[in-house]
């Protein structure tokens, strides 16, 4: 069954087709849930209330752009709200003064996936969410702002020090210290 079909069958309250739909974007939307959550229950927890709200919202898919970055609007979305009950983000952080040297490619080559969401997972919940917005799905500050109540500069901020945290992970991984 095409995509389109698949669409307009879930439309249609199809469970054979809601069926196939998770079946074919669970499994690229359960990294971006991790990525935002530390979390696997929670992860779990917010592709299941994500592909809810794609379920119950899929008649205003109105086929401008992808699908998928559709789908993964509405995860990203879902995610960001348990963050926000959750309350993660430190809206008072002072930006200490220091500068940001790049580690060496070698190590990043060598790096799979599975390292890098345990290096993400290192991260303050805070640092993960603006790092994950900013970096990986594109957006830029002001809009992190708006999605998650805090200020630019905030923004600017927990991007510098999740980048600061990441690059000594980094580093620790290349020339680790014993």
């Not at 640092?127 to 990986?136: E, K």
Request: with cysteine; hydrophobic share 40%.
């Amino acid at each position: 069954m095409s995509e389109e079909k698949i669409i307009q069958e879930c439309c249609k309250n199809n469970h054979k087709a809601q069926q196939a739909l998770y079946d074919i974007y669970a499994s690229k939307m359960f990294p971006v849930c991790r990525r935002y959550l530390k979390n696997t229950p929670e992860a779990e927890d917010a592709l299941m209330e994500g592909f809810y709200k794609v379920f119950s919202k899929i008649k205003t898919f109105q086929k401008k752009g992808s699908f998928e970055g559709w789908i993964k609007r509405i995860i990203v979305n879902e995610c960001l709200m348990m963050l926000r009950k959750k309350q993660i983000i430190d809206t008072n952080v002072e930006l200490p003064e220091y500068q940001l040297t790049e580690p060496s490619s070698s190590g990043l080559e060598q790096l799979m996936e599975a390292d890098v969401l345990a290096l993400l997972d290192e991260l303050p919940a805070g640092y993960r969410t603006v790092f994950n917005l900013y970096v990986v799905e594109g957006y830029k500050h002001r809009e992190i702002a708006e999605q998650l109540d805090i200020s630019i500069n905030t923004s600017k901020s927990q991007l510098i020090l999740a980048k600061k945290k990441l690059i000594k992970a980094l580093e620790n991984i290349q020339h680790p210290r014993f």
